[in-house]
């Protein structure tokens, strides 16, 4: 499984001169780990950990007007979508990071964090299963195909091979994370 399969995507960003205040209520709000940093041409120059941002607020504390760039981790490890989910968490065990920016190019497209991880790793075929059926059944509107899943491989019943949806219903499978592989009939599909 690769970083696409379970990132976050769009992520929520700061610019370096963002209060820490402001940071803290944004981390505190959505319940993030880590806040990547980006300048003004949207590149990926810092991240901030709940655990920095805290540290540099009582650091500093009166002081109500220290900003992210004080305490953001520069340079930043990134990876891409591409990237194994093992070679992510290798990353973050060696760094100690809560989360890792996904990039492709100079942009910022996506975040892993450790719950992001933990979600896949703890994904088993039913579970999986489960997800992948609902998904397919929100968008039918009904059950209207059915899914079977081994070893985090999908197999969908009920579509022809010239079916137009099939393609939509592939992509719809593949955003589950835990999924390894997604075949109709005989054939897979990567």
């Known amino acids: 499984m690769q970083a696409r399969h379970i990132m976050s995507s769009p992520v929520t960003t700061v610019a370096p001169s963002t209060p820490i205040d402001e940071c803290l209520r944004i981390i505190g709000e959505f319940g993030f780990t880590v806040l990547p940093v980006v300048d003004e041409a949207h590149r990926l120059v810092g991240i901030a950990s709940e655990g920095d941002l805290l540290r540099e607020k009582f650091r500093a504390f009166p002081q109500a007007d220290a900003a992210v760039k004080e305490t953001m981790t520069s340079p930043v490890i990134a990876m891409t979508a591409d990237t194994d989910l093992s070679d992510l968490a290798s990353a973050m065990l060696r760094s100690g990071l809560r989360g890792i920016p996904i990039v492709h190019g100079s942009d910022l497209i996506g975040i892993v964090t450790r719950r992001d991880l933990l979600g896949a790793l703890t994904m088993d075929d039913t579970h999986i299963a489960k997800?992948?059926?609902?998904?397919?059944?929100?968008?039918?509107?009904?059950?209207r195909w059915t899914v079977e899943v081994a070893d985090g491989k999908v197999a969908i019943s009920g579509l022809?091979?010239?079916?137009?949806?099939?393609g939509v219903?592939?992509?719809?499978?593949e955003t589950v994370p835990g999924v390894a592989d997604v075949?109709?009939?005989?054939?897979?599909?990567?």
């Open 169 to 173: 219903v592939t992509a719809l499978a």
């Open 160 to 166: 022809s091979a010239d079916d137009p949806e099939r």
């Open 131 to 143: 997800e992948v059926q609902h998904r397919l059944d929100v968008y039918a509107g009904s059950r």
């Open 183 to 190: 075949r109709f009939a005989s054939s897979w599909h990567s």
